[in-house]
């Protein structure tokens, strides 16, 4: 059995609807669809929360806005003899969600809480309208089996309980394909509506494949598979026709927005295959992603991506020289406020110990730092603690890195040449990843030199 999880872009038109109609239902067996909300859809209850906040009284104009695309898609992709009861179903919800707007504006705030049932809307209607396109489908509902937990500020999913309730929620699929909501998920000990993040769909995808030990889990995007850098940074991107599952995570945990970067690990740990593919090119082979990595005889790196908006905590002063003892106090400190660490870079000339830490994580994660060295900072032990932000991070990603000779430096020669300040670099643990953090203004710059380097342009003809 396979799942197949069709983004915003897939789900956002009668016409890629159209497309979605014609790849489930040339299935031979029977499948999962996990769909996302209709392209667009979640920024835009998120924008009409805020203007119901404000006091903005549009937000009743841009309600019936929400409400009319969700009824041309209808009119567009629903037989009509299932038209009525979907309508109903969806007419259901966005009475509810008016009701909601309008509590929103009379009280001019919105909670995070609040926030979560709002965006839940977008995949609950697009589940219903999928579901009623496609003769004989059935409706799961994710909020019923997707459960989460609180850590810290976040939901995370709490993976063991979800197992179990998706394996009792399918174990009977009165239909040959079972739809069921991405993204939305309800909190395991308070029953209210959360979610997985945004871009959350595929992990729900992953979530169910895993559970259900599926055969493969295929995520239905716009593009033709996974490419060798974002495309809309780097136009002559490649596809990469097969890549391991370490190299997909540590790409998309360094930005490549193409997978959510949580997805990966549930089907990597039943060893189930993913694939990328194109609803709007079926044909196209795809990416294939599996325990295997193949090495390139021409190039080392699978490869490169980047975040933005990181910020670098640097610390100074003798103690640097104790790197086990900085190590640990540093991680445990920030892990204890629930703050993740992006790379660390080892002590340099300087005598300064990195970490990167999103942008958004950057005061917490100094508060913490400054307290765990608060002893040494008086004594002088550590000279100080700097945060420089507005950087970001490269990374360079391939299982057969450590293999290759001289990659780092040579990036490294590469950026500097260019006029590239590189703030910190790393290889990491594992030697499959090299990152880089330079200024953020400098990220298409050093993406396009480091892209270049690797997968050099054909020369025009
Ligand atoms: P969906 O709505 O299907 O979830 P997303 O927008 O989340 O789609 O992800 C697909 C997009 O990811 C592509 O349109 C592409 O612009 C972007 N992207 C970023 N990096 C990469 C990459 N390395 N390979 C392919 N796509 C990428
Ligand atoms: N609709 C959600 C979002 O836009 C989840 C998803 O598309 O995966 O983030
Ligand atoms: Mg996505």
Redesign the pocket.
Known sequence: MKVLK?????VGTVESLSNVKKIVEALPDGCVVVV?AL?GITDRLIATARLAAAGDESYRAETEAIAHRHFDVIAGVVAEIRRKEVIERVGDLLQELRRIYDGVFLLREISARTLDVIVSFGERMSSAIVTAMIPGASLHDSMSFIKTEKWFDRNIADSSLTSALIRKDFSSMPGRVAIAPGFISTDRDSGEITNLGR?G??FTAALISAALDAELLE?????D????????IIPD?RIIPEMSFVESME?CSF????I?PPTIYPVFHKNIPIK?LNTFNAEAPGTLITDISEPDSECPVR?V?AIKEITLLSLKGDLTGNVPQINSRSFNALARKGVNVLLVSQPDSDNAFSFAVAGNDARKALEALEDEFAPELTSGALERIDSIDSLSTIAVVGEHLKAATRVGPRILNTLMRDGIDVKAFSTGVSETTATFVVEADMTSKALILIHNLFFPSPLPK
């Open positions: 069709f983004g915003g872009t897939s996302s392209g871009g769909s595929d995520i239905w995007t716009d593009v598979g996974f490419m060798t850098a974002d495309p809309r991107a790409l930005g490549a927005k193409v959510y990328i490869g991506s």
